[in-house]
């Protein structure tokens, strides 16, 4: 047995954490100067294989502390304490166009983070680590309360947080790739927001012409006396903004607390259904670009930024907290102009104090909780006809993203919080 | 009653939601105004916020609990619940006023009253006592360590006890508390007549290992084992009576010292074993076991960690290998107080040990931690201590000894955050006894905490390097 190798102590803590916490991963008992490598390994739902590794060199007393130390090399670079997680990408030879996205909230991703000895960057399948540990990441915290929705044919989960409530309610609206998505609303609800993840969209949209057909039935879920209804918020990426901002600012019956907007544009035909808002997007579609390596770009879709009214929501209207979350470099959707945009219009309005915008450069499309993996591209479906999948290019640099993410959610929460808990004098109806 | 109001407004106010954000699609559905005479308040404020961080954590591990979004300068209650494995319902509450902001947080505000008082970032945790109307004598040991105690945290209204009738409850908030990290694996081993369960952490090994020993309450405790091994060493608890796997009767030991070489083998023949670098962990009877082991078994253990223990068998032995006679048969020095509670102290002063047991301290082959509750009731830890560093003083040992002593800590010195028994019920044949085990709570949770770090590093020092 080779007695230097028992040496070797890993931990990570907590060994079971929240996807959105930090976690502090320490190698000691090794010699000093010693040169190893970190490695991080995850085995989706879908069966696809991710890694990420560092490269670090024990200090006098013998230890590497990732929060701390310098990277020298791998999938990241510097000091990231979390680099291990944000910069995992799919092992070689893996289907491109991979996106990391855990459909399943119930159960925790499982990461093995292992030490070896020396600079890998390669083959670590093929070599026994020198000491490996488990750690559990998870979207629900223990006592969070998954409910699905499905009365009257909605496709929608509730996510209630642990305890007596009452809580303030969160819709949360993801974007024009359809699918329940349901794990940004149960982290939310492990912080104390009721969240609703709803999918406003189903694939038969491209068949149905009609959409004022209405129905109506009788909503028999009386699980949820917990949240409170003059204290809901909306949240919404990508094609989900531009519901949240019509919403927001037109609706009659219902004044939203706060909304934030991710991704997103105000542009839209302001008479139109949510239909109609995407045959408009679609019959730009000749304004598609491509990069080198074909990439979709779709952020000309909607430039220029119209200076007709009544094809911008008319955020010069609203009347609560808005927070504009943008990439610079999103090459999905012309956030960054958008934003700009929207700035002017509630200047000249006059309720600009109402509006946030975090702008972060180098940033893309897809501005999600963090500690998850980037994918600069990645596969999409479009509905068609024909139907076909593309490489759809988000935009972003990996650790300028990831900075973003973790700035942006942080922030993102502290916004819903004000917004949402804090006691105010003057109601909203 | 008011809440059903909400539920109907709640519903209206979702439904307005969907029909915003669903004119797209003939199956999107609306949800139908919930049938009419809706009473709306509209002063209703939302609910004060508890967080905990992390909220699944190991049982050693801290946890950071907050509450925000409160009136200032107002007094709350932070109460913990939680159900043992048994079924006990267990509690712990204590008395806080928010500050300036309408926050409390447990790692900077002092209590002041409850289970605990002042500053006590875990006392929810070791704070634990079963609740009103309880069984008597209970004392909290997990007996299934793959799964988690759920404890809720909830924040009270006012200064109360959660056993009262008329309570607010503001906010919770659950955690999960473990004894075994992510990838211990657990395997119950009954080989060569040895009976016990075997940890491993995750990972390719091969692992520094640590034979786990309790004492005379007998049977299996994988506890503290579980908690080893998530620390990164291979962990063996091993039973030795009072098992049903083990030879009958159960109330005296019937192994001897070929069963504990075996067991050790079994440890060091272990692929994944480091095999010179095992440490042997024991409590009470299980320290009178290791120093036999390590002195007359013909193995060489790389250290040991003893808690509140005898030098020697506290029951007369019936031949050389070890084995004793009943543990009821002598009773001459059982003591009780006048609640009938008894005590087992003197039976391990060193003049009342079984003489031909009496280890030989002066053959000890490796470095020894003592620990002492200065307030042990069930063993006379001090007097053993003392004889142990006077005998290793004599033989030029002496630099082979760490002697931690803790005033107001009991007998059962444990892996920290966890609450302590004064007394528990010890048997219930031919009667009810109940058995004195000492320590007072808040002492006794600080040498707990203390211990447990210093016997961690000292097993780094001596199994890693």
């Known amino acids: 047995m080779d007695r230097k190798q028992c040496c070797v102590k890993l931990s990570v803590q907590p060994s079971r954490g929240l996807m959105d916490e930090k976690f502090l991963v320490l190698v000691q008992s090794v010699l000093p100067g010693f040169q190893l490598t970190v490695y991080a390994s995850y085995r989706c739902d879908d069966g696809h294989s991710w890694e990420a590794f560092a490269h670090y060199t024990a200090n006098a007393s013998g230890t590497v502390n990732v929060s701390e130390d310098h990277s020298l090399g791998g999938t990241y670079c510097g000091v990231e304490p979390m680099g291990l997680m944000w910069s995992l990408r799919p092992v070689p030879g893996s289907k491109p166009g991979l996106r990391m996205r855990k459909m399943n909230v119930l159960t925790p991703m499982e990461v093995t983070i292992s030490v070896y000895r020396g600079h890998l960057t390669e083959g670590f399948v093929d070599q026994v680590p020198l000491a490996a540990v488990v750690v559990e990441r998870w979207y629900m915290a223990p006592g969070v309360r998954r409910v699905p929705v499905t009365e009257g044919g909605l496709t929608a989960t509730l996510f209630l947080p642990s305890g007596p409530g009452p809580f303030p309610g969160l819709l949360d609206l993801w974007g024009g790739g359809g699918k329940l998505v349901e794990y940004r609303a149960a982290l939310l609800a492990s912080h104390g927001i009721a969240s609703l993840a709803l999918d406003y969209l189903t694939p038969q949209i491209t068949k149905e012409n009609d959409v004022s057909v209405l129905f109506y039935n009788e909503w028999t879920n009386v699980q949820h006396p917990q949240v409170i209804d003059s204290r809901i918020g909306i949240l919404g990426l990508s094609f989900g903004t531009s519901i949240a901002l019509k919403m927001a600012v037109y609706s009659q019956v219902f004044k939203l607390r706060c909304v934030v907007c991710i991704s997103g544009s105000h542009v839209q035909p302001i008479k139109g259904s949510v239909e109609q808002i995407m045959t408009s997007f679609h019959n730009n579609v000749d304004k598609t670009r491509f990069n080198e390596e074909q990439q979709v770009i779709w952020?000309?879709?909607?430039?220029?930024?119209?200076?007709?009214?009544?094809?911008?929501?008319?955020?010069?209207?609203?009347?609560?907290?808005?927070?504009?979350?943008?990439?610079?470099?999103?090459?999905?959707?012309?956030?960054?102009?958008?934003?700009?945009?929207?700035?002017?219009?509630?200047?000249?309005?006059?309720?600009?104090?109402?509006?946030?915008?975090?702008?972060?450069?180098?940033?893309?499309?897809?501005?999600?909780?963090?500690?998850?993996?980037?994918a600069r591209a990645s596969s999409y479906k479009i509905l068609g006809p024909p139907l076909q999948m593309v490489m759809v290019l988000w935009g972003g640099e990996t650790v300028a993203h990831s900075r973003a993410q973790e700035d942006a959610w942080r922030k993102t929460l502290v916004f819903l919080r004000e917004n949402l808990y804090r006691a105010t004098s003057s109601s909203h109806l | 009653m008011f809440r059903v109001n909400l539920r109907q407004s709640m519903v209206r106010q979702l439904q307005t939601i969907m029909i915003a954000c669903m004119r797209v699609h003939r199956n999107l559905a609306y949800l139908h105004r919930a049938v009419g005479g809706v009473r709306w308040n509209s002063s209703f404020k939302p609910a004060p916020l508890l967080t905990a961080a992390p909220v699944r954590a190991l049982i050693d591990e801290h946890i950071s609990i907050k509450g925000c979004f409160l009136p200032p300068q107002s007094p709350i209650t932070m109460c913990a619940q939680m159900q043992s494995d048994e079924g006990d319902h267990w509690e712990a509450f204590a008395h806080y006023n928010t500050n300036a902001d309408g926050t409390v947080n447990l790692t900077r505000d002092h209590s002041v009253g409850g289970s605990y008082v002042g500053c006590e970032p875990m006392g929810l945790f070791w704070g634990l006592q079963p609740a009103p109307g309880s069984r008597e004598g209970l004392r909290l040991r997990k007996k299934n360590v793959e799964t988690p105690y759920v404890m809720l945290l909830s924040l009270l209204e006012g200064h109360v006890s959660p056993s009262e009738r008329k309570i607010?409850?503001?906010?919770?908030?659950?955690?999960?508390?473990?004894?075994?990290?992510?990838?211990?694996?657990?395997?119950?081993?009954?080989?060569?007549?040895?009976?016990?369960?075997?940890?491993?952490?995750?990972?390719?090994?091969?692992?520094?290992?640590?034979?786990?020993?309790?004492?005379?309450?007998?049977?299996?405790?994988?506890?503290?084992?579980?908690?080893?091994?998530?620390?990164?060493?291979?962990?063996?608890?091993?039973?030795?009576?009072?098992?049903?796997?083990?030879?009958?009767?159960?109330?005296?030991?019937?192994?001897?010292?070929?069963?504990?070489?075996?067991?050790?083998?079994?440890?060091?023949?272990?692929?994944?074993?480091?095999?010179?670098?095992?440490?042997?962990?024991?409590l009470s009877f299980g320290v009178y076991l290791s120093l036999r082991i390590a002195t007359r078994a013909g193995v060489k253990p790389s250290c040991l960690v003893c808690i509140n223990g005898p030098v020697g068998s506290t029951i007369k032995l019936t031949d050389a290998d070890g084995r004793t006679e009943n543990f009821e048969n002598e009773q001459t020095h059982w003591q009780f107080d006048d609640q009938g509670c008894v005590s087992f102290k003197a039976m391990s002063l060193p003049a009342n040990l079984s003489p031909e047991s009496k280890v030989k301290l002066e053959d000890l082959p490796c470095p020894l931690m003592y620990i002492v509750g200065e307030d042990d009731l069930s063993a006379s830890s001090m007097e053993n201590a003392n004889l142990i560093e006077q005998t290793l003083r004599a033989a030029g040992k002496c630099q082979l000894l760490t002697l931690l002593s803790y005033p107001g800590a009991g007998h059962l010195i444990e892996p920290p955050y966890t609450p302590n028994s004064r007394v528990s019920l010890w048997s219930f044949k031919p009667r009810k006894l109940y058995t004195l085990w000492g320590g007072h709570p808040a002492p006794h949770a600080a040498a707990q905490q203390d211990a447990w770090e210093k016997i961690l590093d000292f097993m780094d020092s001596h199994l890693r390097r």
Not at chain 2, 221 to 230: G, I, K
Not at chain 2, 242 to 270: C, I
């Open chain 2, 168 to 282: 607010t409850e503001l906010a919770a908030v659950t955690t999960e508390r473990w004894y075994m990290a992510p990838g211990v694996r657990r395997t119950e081993i009954r080989q060569d007549g040895v009976v016990g369960t075997l940890f491993l952490p995750p990972g390719p090994g091969p692992f520094p290992a640590v034979l786990d020993l309790w004492g005379m309450g007998g049977g299996l405790v994988e506890y503290r084992s579980a908690l080893f091994a998530s620390k990164g060493y291979a962990s063996f608890s091993l039973a030795y009576l009072g098992h049903k796997d083990l030879p009958a009767p159960h109330n005296r030991v019937n192994v001897g010292d070929p069963y504990f070489k075996s067991a050790y083998h079994l440890l060091q023949d272990h692929r994944q074993v480091v095999a010179d670098r095992i440490g042997i962990v024991g």
């Open chain 1, 299 to 374: 952020r000309d879709l909607l430039l220029p930024i119209p200076t007709d009214p009544s094809l911008k929501v008319e955020v010069g209207r609203l009347r609560c907290p808005l927070l504009m979350v943008v990439g610079e470099d999103d090459q999905n959707w012309p956030a960054h102009e958008s934003a700009v945009d929207v700035k002017e219009m509630m200047q000249r309005a006059g309720n600009d104090h109402l509006l946030t915008v975090l702008s972060y450069p180098s940033a893309g499309h897809l501005i999600e909780p963090p500690f998850t993996p980037f």
